[in-house]
């Protein structure tokens, strides 16, 4: 493996591993802060408990979203320091504000928050979890805008080379950013509903009966969540989809694994062989028709340009061969190649909608179930729901992959409708100075790290799911000359 | 002025903060091993730095971050350059993190005592490394024509480095050492007390002598000057500490680090990143900047965000400014 293959696999795992936990941390803490705000307002206990409980397991988690959150700020440039140098003028400046606005009020008032028990006065304490879990949605913005400059730049200049930016103001509203925050919200939210769900439902098979109501009313609050997020997410999927197929034709055909210009194009709903074959539709199975067409337009006669055709305009638009560059190694003057990996981007769609479909469908089953306070007896409900915890954190997982690795061979894809110039092969992002010795030493040293550190995670969240509300409740203090000591320690 | 000249001086204000109030962590972590006698000693030591030093490791990541909106090419070629130290420090940072936060999560032995291991990799190995990388690029790194360092992780290693590297080590132990003594109560109170005014001379000689190397490399009066101030302010720490003036050797500390984060920066100054292959291909604060208009979108959010930083973050020191013993410590509750 070269340089740029170690990179790539670097940043790949790495950033999914993050956004196992971003995702969790965001919705997690909103709803929270909900529980707190809910706490407050009616005094009622079980709103505490829910409080204490969700809080903590966000805890544990959301120290893992911090530290592996800096690995992510610090690779661009110990990685791929030639695409920091090309895209400076606009990249950093999301970092930096990010950090700046949201970190920093993240950071400062979660410790105000975890500290301040009994110390802040209670509405301040409440604003603290709002202002924490606020902010890191702040941060899940400016990330995003940054990353849909990538996908879709613009507010620029071509200058020297390289761009420069002359509008932020159009990088913050990038019509590719506000739809790809909204759907990530939603993303983060079935994973904070499909998390209380599968726990509460096993607190309740497991007969927590002392706190049956905490664990109900969380089991509700997780479904009706799961069900208010699938719809956000499905909704603002197509809006990103529509978008999708104007602003990167290519993705869009390679999540179809769409060889052949259709007219219309019909969608597959599964596949048996290998999708990047040239004759693609003989391997596919159970096609809608027209669905494709429906899906990239509103109608169901439009044309949707396959691969071949595509790969024919965007060799015409941005070469055909990589320049003769040393620092490409065995690319140098090679042929480009336009097409994503089809198998990738296929599948990765179709997992994407599967599991965030399949999340969807067990929340609805399961707030039937438990229609008028009851809770079905049969062990293999707890145990799905339980199981049922994966499936929107892999509707993340491969959406993400499917959006990045569909976007390749570019790591700042061209705007159809942009500044000429403006784009970038990942090939010439990689930094130059780095060897791959030294690149694969980090990438087994982080992927074993975190793959221990993710041990370790699951072991203390299965810990306390399984202390429950009397593992997270504090203990009463025993007499007044104890009034000194500490609501919460480490 | 010029914007790529404040954003210079906003970095160096940034690592100044992060030194300060990490360094204090760091130290903070490494007494953990060194000072604490029992567990009780442990947890006093940890929570006097609980609710704050998430958010004091904020201030690196915005510096960095800063490094990277304001001066791509320094941020390009200093992190690439510096590839596995960086990658040493954010390792540590991680397991350190990490161990703040689950350590007291299981009431176990075996459980606290790899956490405890976790904070001393956590506390010992960033200041150190930040030093080589610090040192590293206000004296310069062999770099290509491109801004990409040739020759290998190896170069980074040279005595002015390493100096670097163990001078931010001992600030931040002694640094350390005197929070503890401001922040808790009790025994521990007085053994870390001691235990700064003991090693507060070896600590400090480090520093002393990184701030005097980069001085007269530069050449500079002013330099030179700022040079002296860090002199005279290590003197008066120790004379303070010594005569059991804690508060007041705290904010002499303050001003070491700052008086040696100036050297660094202002030494170098207008190089960000000198190379010492050839001074043609250095990056220096004009062309390793980003052009004006991005550099004022994050001056005018600097300008409304760093106050408040700095509001909220000082009303997190007084909402726990009280002083912590084992006396105050809640009893392990853990499922």
Same mark, same amino acid.
């Given at each position: 493996?070269?340089?740029?293959?170690?990179?790539?696999? =670097?940043?790949?795992?790495?950033?999914?591993?993050?956004?196992?936990?971003?995702?969790?941390?965001?919705?997690?803490?909103?709803?929270?802060?909900?529980?707190?705000?809910?706490?407050?307002?009616?005094?009622?206990?079980?709103?505490?408990?829910?409080?204490?409980?969700?809080?903590?397991?966000?805890?544990?988690?959301? @120290?893992? +979203?911090?530290?592996?959150?800096?690995?992510?700020?610090?690779?661009?440039?110990?990685?791929?320091?030639?695409?920091?140098?090309?895209?400076?003028?606009?990249?950093?400046?999301?970092?930096?504000?990010?950090?700046?606005?949201?970190?920093?009020?993240?950071?400062?008032?979660?410790?105000?928050?975890?500290?301040?028990?009994?110390?802040? @006065?209670?509405?301040?304490?409440?604003?603290?979890?709002?202002?924490?879990?606020?902010?890191?949605? &702040?941060?899940?913005?400016?990330?995003?805008?940054?990353?849909?400059?990538?996908?879709?730049?613009?507010?620029?200049?071509?200058?020297?080379?390289?761009?420069?930016?002359?509008?932020?103001?159009?990088?913050?509203?990038?019509?590719?950013?506000?739809?790809?925050?909204?759907?990530?919200?939603?993303?983060?939210?079935?994973?904070?509903?499909?998390?209380?769900? !599968?726990?509460?439902?096993?607190?309740?098979?497991?007969?927590?009966?002392?706190?049956?109501?905490?664990?109900?009313?969380?089991?509700?609050?997780?479904?009706?969540?799961?069900?208010?997020?699938?719809?956000?997410?499905?909704?603002?999927?197509?809006? =990103?989809?529509?978008?999708?197929?104007?602003?990167?034709?290519?993705?869009?055909?390679?999540?179809?694994?769409?060889?052949?210009?259709?007219?219309?194009?019909?969608?597959?709903?599964?596949?048996? !062989?290998?999708?990047?074959?040239?004759?693609?539709?003989?391997?596919?199975?159970?096609?809608?028709?027209?669905?494709?067409?429906?899906?990239?337009?509103?109608?169901?006669?439009?044309?949707?340009?396959?691969?071949?055709?595509?790969?024919?305009?965007?060799?015409?638009?941005? !070469?055909?061969?990589?320049?003769?560059?040393?620092?490409?190694?065995?690319?140098?003057?090679?042929?480009?190649?336009?097409?994503?990996?089809?198998?990738?981007?296929?599948? +990765?769609?179709?997992?994407?909608?599967?599991?965030?479909? @399949?999340?969807?469908?067990?929340?609805?089953?399961?707030?039937?179930?438990?229609?008028?306070?009851?809770?079905?007896?049969?062990?293999?409900? &707890?145990?799905?729901?339980?199981?049922?915890?994966?499936?929107?954190?892999?509707?993340?997982?491969?959406?993400?992959?499917?959006?990045?690795?569909?976007?390749?061979?570019?790591?700042?894809?061209?705007?159809?409708?942009?500044?000429?110039?403006?784009?970038?092969?990942?090939?010439?992002?990689?930094?130059?100075?780095?060897?791959?010795?030294?690149?694969?030493?980090?990438?087994?040293?982080?992927?074993?790290?975190?793959?221990?550190?993710?041990?370790?995670?699951?072991?203390?969240?299965?810990?306390?799911?399984?202390? !429950?509300?009397?593992?997270?409740?504090?203990? =009463?203090?025993?007499?007044?000359?104890?009034?000194?000591?500490?609501?919460?320690?480490? | 002025?010029?914007?790529?000249?404040?954003? %210079?001086?906003?970095?160096?204000?940034?690592?100044?903060?992060?030194?300060?109030?990490?360094?204090?962590?760091?130290?903070?972590?490494?007494?953990?091993?060194?000072?604490?006698?029992?567990?009780?000693?442990?947890?006093?030591?940890?929570?006097?730095?609980?609710?704050?030093?998430?958010?004091?490791?904020?201030?690196?990541?915005?510096?960095?971050?800063?490094?990277?909106?304001?001066?791509?090419?320094?941020?390009?070629?200093?992190?690439?350059?510096?590839?596995?130290?960086?990658?040493?420090?954010?390792?540590?940072?991680?397991?350190?993190?990490?161990? %703040?936060?689950?350590?007291?999560?299981?009431?176990?032995?075996?459980?606290?005592?790899?956490?405890?291991?976790?904070?001393?990799?956590?506390?010992?190995?960033?200041?150190?490394?930040?030093?080589?990388?610090?040192?590293?690029?206000?004296?310069?790194?062999?770099?290509?024509?491109?801004?990409?360092?040739?020759?290998?992780?190896?170069?980074?290693?040279?005595?002015?480095?390493?100096?670097?590297?163990?001078?931010?080590?001992? %600030?931040?132990?002694? *640094?350390?050492?005197? %929070?503890?003594?401001?922040?808790?109560?009790?025994?521990?109170?007085?053994?870390?007390?001691?235990?700064?005014?003991?090693?507060?001379?070896?600590?400090?000689?480090?520093?002393?002598?990184?701030?005097?190397?980069?001085?007269?490399?530069?050449?500079?009066?002013?330099?030179?000057?700022?040079?002296?101030?860090?002199?005279?302010?290590?003197?008066?720490?120790?004379?303070?500490?010594?005569?059991?003036?804690?508060?007041?050797?705290?904010?002499?500390?303050?001003?070491?680090?700052?008086?040696?984060?100036?050297?660094?920066?202002?030494?170098?100054?207008?190089?960000?990143?000198?190379?010492?292959?050839?001074?043609?291909?250095?990056?220096?604060?004009?062309?390793?900047?980003?052009?004006?208009?991005?550099?004022?979108?994050?001056?005018?959010?600097?300008?409304?965000?760093?106050?408040?930083?700095?509001?909220?973050?000082?009303?997190?020191?007084?909402?726990?400014?009280?002083?912590?013993?084992?006396? *105050?410590?809640?009893?392990? *509750?853990?499922?």
């Amino acid at each position: 493996m070269d340089v740029l293959d170690v990179a790539r696999w =670097q940043f790949g795992i790495t950033t999914v591993y993050h956004f196992l936990m971003v995702p969790l941390t965001i919705g997690l803490s909103l709803v929270v802060a909900c529980m707190q705000t809910a706490w407050w307002r009616t005094g009622n206990r079980k709103y505490l408990a829910m409080t204490k409980f969700w809080g903590k397991l966000m805890l544990i988690n959301f @120290a893992m +979203g911090v530290v592996t959150g800096i690995v992510q700020e610090f690779q661009f440039g110990m990685s791929w320091s030639e695409y920091s140098r090309f895209v400076g003028d606009v990249f950093g400046g999301p970092l930096a504000i990010e950090g700046l606005v949201a970190f920093f009020v993240e950071s400062t008032f979660l410790g105000l928050w975890i500290f301040g028990w009994e110390r802040l @006065a209670k509405p301040v304490h409440l604003a603290c979890i709002w202002a924490a879990s606020l902010a890191s949605t &702040a941060s899940a913005y400016f990330i995003l805008s940054a990353n849909s400059w990538m996908q879709h730049p613009v507010g620029i200049v071509f200058e020297n080379g390289k761009p420069r930016l002359t509008s932020i103001w159009a990088v913050l509203t990038n019509n590719t950013a506000l739809a790809a925050f909204p759907h990530t919200m939603a993303g983060s939210f079935a994973v904070a509903g499909a998390f209380l769900l !599968g726990i509460a439902a096993w607190k309740l098979h497991k007969r927590a009966d002392d706190d049956r109501e905490v664990w109900f009313t969380s089991l509700r609050w997780g479904g009706w969540i799961s069900v208010a997020a699938f719809a956000a997410v499905a909704i603002t999927g197509d809006v =990103q989809s529509k978008l999708m197929f104007q602003q990167q034709p290519m993705k869009m055909a390679s999540a179809e694994a769409l060889c052949h210009t259709e007219q219309p194009a019909s969608f597959s709903v599964f596949a048996v !062989g290998d999708v990047s074959r040239p004759d693609c539709e003989n391997v596919k199975s159970i096609t809608v028709p027209a669905l494709l067409s429906f899906l990239a337009n509103s109608d169901f006669d439009s044309k949707i340009k396959g691969v071949g055709e595509l790969t024919t305009e965007y060799r015409a638009k941005y !070469g055909t061969n990589y320049p003769v560059d040393p620092k490409l190694g065995e690319l140098s003057g090679k042929p480009i190649d336009y097409t994503p990996l089809l198998p990738v981007t296929y599948w +990765g769609f179709r997992f994407m909608i599967g599991f965030g479909v @399949a999340a969807a469908g067990a929340a609805v089953l399961a707030l039937w179930m438990t229609r008028r306070k009851r809770f079905p007896a049969n062990p293999w409900y &707890a145990r799905l729901a339980l199981l049922g915890i994966a499936a929107p954190f892999l509707a993340n997982s491969t959406g993400w992959i499917f959006t990045e690795m569909g976007r390749q061979p570019f790591v700042v894809v061209p705007n159809p409708t942009g500044v000429d110039g403006v784009f970038m092969f990942t090939a010439r992002a990689v930094s130059g100075g780095v060897s791959a010795a030294e690149m694969l030493t980090s990438l087994i040293l982080l992927t074993l790290v975190y793959g221990g550190l993710a041990v370790v995670e699951v072991y203390l969240i299965s810990r306390y799911v399984r202390g !429950g509300i009397a593992g997270v409740m504090p203990a =009463q203090k025993e007499s007044t000359k104890d009034a000194d000591v500490l609501a919460f320690a480490y | 002025m010029d914007l790529p000249v404040v954003w %210079f001086c906003l970095i160096a204000f940034l690592w100044l903060g992060y030194l300060f109030l990490e360094g204090f962590d760091f130290g903070v972590g490494m007494l953990v091993g060194l000072l604490a006698r029992d567990n009780d000693e442990r947890r006093v030591l940890i929570n006097t730095i609980g609710p704050v030093w998430d958010g004091n490791e904020v201030w690196m990541i915005v510096a960095v971050g800063a490094t990277f909106a304001a001066f791509p090419n320094w941020y390009a070629s200093l992190l690439s350059g510096s590839y596995l130290y960086v990658l040493a420090i954010l390792l540590a940072l991680i397991v350190r993190g990490v161990a %703040f936060e689950y350590r007291g999560k299981v009431d176990s032995l075996r459980w606290r005592r790899w956490w405890d291991r976790a904070i001393a990799v956590g506390s010992w190995v960033p200041p150190f490394a930040w030093g080589v990388v610090l040192t590293a690029t206000v004296t310069g790194l062999p770099l290509d024509r491109r801004g990409d360092l040739v020759g290998g992780p190896l170069e980074l290693i040279r005595w002015d480095t390493l100096l670097g590297g163990v001078a931010l080590v001992g %600030f931040s132990l002694v *640094h350390g050492a005197v %929070f503890v003594a401001l922040k808790s109560a009790g025994d521990i109170q007085r053994r870390a007390r001691q235990f700064a005014a003991t090693i507060i001379p070896v600590a400090l000689a480090p520093v002393l002598g990184l701030v005097w190397v980069l001085a007269s490399r530069s050449g500079r009066g002013v330099v030179f000057a700022l040079a002296g101030m860090v002199i005279v302010a290590a003197a008066l720490a120790m004379q303070r500490l010594w005569t059991g003036r804690p508060a007041t050797a705290f904010a002499l500390l303050g001003a070491v680090i700052a008086g040696t984060v100036a050297v660094m920066f202002g030494g170098a100054y207008p190089n960000v990143l000198p190379s010492t292959l050839d001074s043609a291909y250095s990056l220096t604060v004009w062309n390793a900047a980003a052009s004006s208009y991005p550099l004022q979108v994050i001056t005018w959010v600097a300008a409304f965000g760093a106050p408040a930083v700095l509001i909220y973050q000082g009303w997190t020191y007084w909402v726990f400014r009280k002083r912590i013993g084992t006396q *105050h410590l809640p009893p392990v *509750h853990v499922p």
